[in-house]
């Protein structure tokens, strides 16, 4: 049998093998998580809603003619800020709530009465959407009659 002969003389190392901390053990995880948290904000931010335009404001009177503008009040912090189309208050004189608006479209608006706020159907179609420029009539339950509209300035 012929004699082995060997260039490289044997080789043993030790090692300490440690097991994985929580970082390698759930670093992909949090990465993933991250990952698809980023990818809803955006969507969230990104996708299409109506907004309202800064000159946009209510106008209020106890007349057709006599309506008086006033600015809109500003709706929810949070909702604004999670991104969702705001509800803003609706106010008359001596701060009565006649409703709350919303932009629905360009020049189209969701108009949602206040509790013992009826509107007249004048022009307000059946889904409570109302138009820039045109003025409605609401009816308190205490029988005050407001005339009430929204225009840009």
Do not use: C
Request: glycine residues 10%; positive net charge; without cysteine.
């Amino acid at each position: 049998m012929p004699a082995r002969v060997s260039a490289v003389p044997r080789f043993s190392a030790a090692a300490r093998v440690v097991p994985p901390g929580w970082l390698e053990r759930w670093g992909a995880a949090i990465a993933l998580g991250a990952l698809v948290l980023l990818v809803v904000v955006l969507w969230v931010y990104g996708r299409d809603r109506p907004y309202v335009p800064r000159d946009l404001q209510s106008a209020v009177g106890s007349t057709e003619n006599g309506l008086q503008p006033r600015t809109m009040g500003s709706g929810s912090l949070l909702k604004t800020l999670a991104g969702g189309s705001v509800w803003r208050p609706l106010r008359a004189e001596r701060d009565v709530l006649l409703g709350w608006i919303r932009p629905h479209d360009s020049d189209l608006y969701d108009f949602w009465p206040a509790r013992g706020v009826h509107v007249e159907a004048l022009g307000l179609d059946s889904s409570g959407r109302l138009t820039v420029r045109r003025a409605y009539e609401a009816r308190a339950d205490d029988g005050v009659k407001y005339w009430f509209g929204v225009e840009y300035e």
